[in-house]
């Protein structure tokens, strides 16, 4: 069987132009670590991403150690994803001022064979390797994000908002409003690594939840 590629079978999802659009996001599978703090300096963040990236790569090269994964199929492991949201206030992905109120939920996307069984496999790999790791705010979820406004955002993470600002435009143009809330967040999708690429040129897909006005 020929090696899934997620960012290229679902262009909608991970090939978003320059301008909004809107986007019904289907069911899919996601292994997610939570937390809270200032990205940019929480220790607890860093370590939310070596378990994610941990758990993600050894579930890919399963295969390499003999182990035969039920429904194993090759694939690329897809982009790194963050839901954030602030406790204090209703956070947009524009209006925050103190990263260290920021609450977050990090994760990566599963292929469709992983269920509670490979993903508690994944977790005893892991912890052979990393015995003092802490997986109390990891878990596998299956999550349909529904209807929401996405757009491509090319640039440093504290530029978002005029990208933001183009998506609420176009919301009002198309009769929608942003639905975040406790349930629905705003959603980032990193596709470009920031320790090797220039700022200016980082591409993140935003995405906010809407409704009908």
Not at 68 to 93: H, I, R, S
Request: charged share 30%.
């Amino acid at each position: 069987m020929e090696k899934i590629d997620y960012k290229k079978v679902y262009k909608e999802l991970y090939q978003p132009k320059k301008i909004p659009s809107l986007i019904k996001v289907p069911e899919m599978v996601f292994i997610q670590v939570e937390g809270s703090g200032d990205p940019n300096s929480s220790v607890e963040y860093k370590k939310s991403i070596e378990i994610l990236y941990g758990l993600s790569y050894g579930i890919k090269m399963s295969k390499m150690g003999g182990t035969c994964l039920k429904g194993y199929f090759d694939y690329v492991v897809p982009p790194l994803e963050g839901l954030w949201w602030c406790q204090q206030e209703a956070f947009n992905g524009k209006n925050i001022k103190d990263k260290e109120k920021l609450n977050w939920i990090s994760m990566i996307r599963q292929p469709e064979f992983v269920d509670e069984q490979i993903f508690e496999w994944a977790k005893g790999e892991l912890k052979k390797k990393k015995p003092e790791i802490d997986f109390s705010k990891t878990k596998l979820v299956t999550w349909a994000e529904g209807l929401c406004c996405q757009i491509m955002h090319v640039g440093p993470y504290d530029a978002e908002a005029a990208s933001i600002g183009r998506m609420e435009a176009y919301m009002q143009e198309q009769g929608y409003e942003t639905d975040i809330n406790t349930d629905r967040k705003h959603h980032e999708i990193y596709l470009g690594d920031p320790r090797k690429t220039r700022p200016d040129r980082l591409r993140t897909i935003l995405r906010h939840p809407v409704r009908k006005k």
